[in-house]
């Protein structure tokens, strides 16, 4: 299929359908708070990633049973481009090869192609600024509660 990928419809909902054509009817899987699968438990950085971002995702409407695969993966090629700088940190952006001679260190190109993976699925999920600022939360998400308490004087 050629052209821009179709926003789901809970994402458009949240936009507050600014094209105000009529929704498709896609189907719409049960929300639900996923639990971390077991083999990312293991991971410290990908278990906590989970924890961060998954209560976020359901509170929004945007975590469902059909999710599960892609939230997977976001948190593991999170950790592993969070193992990756830190190998960066450790040896330096330049290494030596064989041949004593300077070379990029192969981190940077685990890094850089988790990073891909990574955004990829944020802007799927509403997780970049640019995407976040097209969705409008209704009101009872959206409370703040400094700007509730101005409005009661």
């Known amino acids: 299929m050629v052209g821009r990928k179709n926003k789901p419809k809970a994402i458009k909902i ?10 498709s009817n896609e189907p719409m899987p049960e929300k ?14 990908a278990f906590n990633e989970w924890n961060r971002i998954a209560p ?12 599960k695969v892609s939230l997977e993966i976001y948190c593991s090629q999170y950790s592993i481009y969070r193992k990756a700088l830190d190998e960066i940190s450790k040896e330096g952006l330049v290494t030596t090869n064989i041949r004593k001679g300077n070379k990029a260190n192969p981190q940077l190109a685990i890094a850089r192609e988790a990073a891909k993976i990574i955004k990829a699925i944020a802007i799927e999920f509403g997780l970049t600024p640019s995407s976040r600022g097209r969705i409008s939360l209704p009101n009872e998400v959206n409370e703040d509660p400094l700007e509730e308490m101005f409005r009661r004087g």
């Open 56 to 67: 976020e995702l359901y509170k929004l409407g945007l975590l469902t049973i059909a999710d």
């Open 32 to 45: 639900i708070l996923l639990s971390c699968p077991e083999y990312l438990k293991k991971d410290k950085i």
């Open 14 to 23: 949240l936009e507050g359908n600014p094209g105000k054509r009529p929704l």
